[in-house]
């Protein structure tokens, strides 16, 4: 049988990204407040969902959605909903998304779970043990969204400061509950509001081989 995770990849570029895609999506990649004048097409976030709807996410549950605030009252609604500090930086994104957790990801069991209805039912009865893993699934997928935009060319800042309450009755759908801000556009190389990077922890501390 062809396997058709690796039938299309050569040997040499199984684990192997070159330099300058580390650098763009890691190495390199900053939190960006400043972004280039171009506007973000909302679809190219339709590519990066597509990317990063691969990553692993507990039983195959992807609690995470993401609202694209594409009206001007849509975005009011984010930047009112900011913490002060907040507010400017993110009226300078081309492009404001929302990610957030599906409480009621479990309604899509036959997406996540074909032939399986049990597993939606257990969720349904029991609430507490839903909202931890719509939050902790909805973060670790968070993660696979940065690399993915990132991956399309695209700069961005994840801002945690708002009013979570407020955002969810002024603007999100039904059942979904804010987790992070997405300020998102293009690169620039004037952006010099993120300041110098700042440390990171390295592998002796967080790494131990035990
Ligand atoms: C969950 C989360 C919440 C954040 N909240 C804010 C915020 O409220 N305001 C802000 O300016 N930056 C915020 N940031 C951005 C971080 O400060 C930034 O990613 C970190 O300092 C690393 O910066 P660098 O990617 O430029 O190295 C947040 C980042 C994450 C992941």
């Known amino acids: 049988m062809v396997d058709m995770t690796t039938a299309n990849l050569s040997a040499s ?3 192997s990204l070159d330099e300058d895609a580390r650098a763009a999506l890691f190495t390199a990649a900053r939190s960006a407040v400043a972004f280039d004048d171009r506007e973000v097409d909302p679809e190219i976030v339709v590519r990066a969902w597509d990317l990063a ?3 692993p996410t507990s039983n195959n549950t992807q609690p995470l959605r993401v609202v694209v605030a594409r009206s001007e009252a849509a975005r009011a609604a984010v930047i009112d909903a900011a913490m002060p500090f907040n507010k400017p930086r993110l009226a300078q994104a081309p492009l404001i998304l929302v990610a957030a957790h599906d409480d009621r990801f479990h309604d ?3 997406i996540w779970a ?3 209805p049990e597993l939606g039912a257990r969720f349904e009865a029991n609430p507490e043990m839903r909202a ?3 939050h902790s699934g909805a973060m670790l997928a968070l993660g ?3 690399i993915a935009l990132r991956a399309e060319g695209l700069a961005l800042r994840p801002y945690g400061g708002f009013d979570k ?3 969810d009755a002024s603007l999100m759908p039904e059942g979904w509950r804010s987790e992070v801000i997405l300020g998102v556009g293009y690169p620039t190389a004037g952006d010099d509001q993120s ?14 081989e035990l």
């Open 13 to 15: 570029t199984l684990f």
């Open 53 to 55: 709807k691969f990553g």
């Open 108 to 110: 899509h069991h036959e």
């Open 114 to 116: 074909p032939g399986a």
């Open 132 to 134: 931890s893993l719509a």
């Open 144 to 146: 696979y969204l940065v």
């Open 165 to 167: 309450a407020a955002l």
């Open 195 to 208: 300041g110098d990077r700042r440390g990171r922890i390295p592998a002796e501390i967080g790494i131990r």
